[in-house]
């Protein structure tokens, strides 16, 4: 089993930056790609970014591209979501998942592993 813990998260203005963190812990030997979804209010959970571990290939959204950079530190099992130019849009719970298969997957459903979730607000 692999368990992600988030951070980060909370509350800025439009136009503000955000550093969300996510630390795997357990079989991360196992993991190949690790990224974030999230999930704004009445709205369903969406895929925003991921990296694969070993390549470093990356795939962002287009609604955030320009704006959020996906970074990873192997030697610490860590993956971090630097959020620039934040839009009141932006605003939801961020989720911090793993993946075990290869390849960047847009579907929440092929993601194995999922943190708690830290959530995001962006005041206008």
């Known amino acids: 089993q692999v368990q992600l813990v988030e951070s980060g998260g909370g509350l800025t203005q439009a136009g503000g930056s955000l550093m969300l963190s996510c630390v795997a812990s357990?079989?991360?030997?196992?993991?190949?790609?690790m990224g974030w979804f999230r999930q704004a209010p009445g709205k369903e959970r969406e895929f925003v970014t991921a990296i694969r571990l070993n390549s470093g290939s990356l795939h962002y959204i287009d609604s955030v591209k320009g704006r959020f950079t996906i970074s990873r530190d192997n030697a610490k099992n860590t993956v971090f979501l630097h959020m620039n130019s934040l839009k009141p849009e932006d605003t939801a719970v961020y989720y911090c998942v793993a993946d075990t298969n290869a390849g960047i997957s847009l579907s929440a459903s092929d993601y194995d592993y999922w943190g708690q979730g830290t959530l995001v607000i962006v005041s206008s």
């Open positions: 357990g079989r991360t030997y196992s993991i190949s790609t």
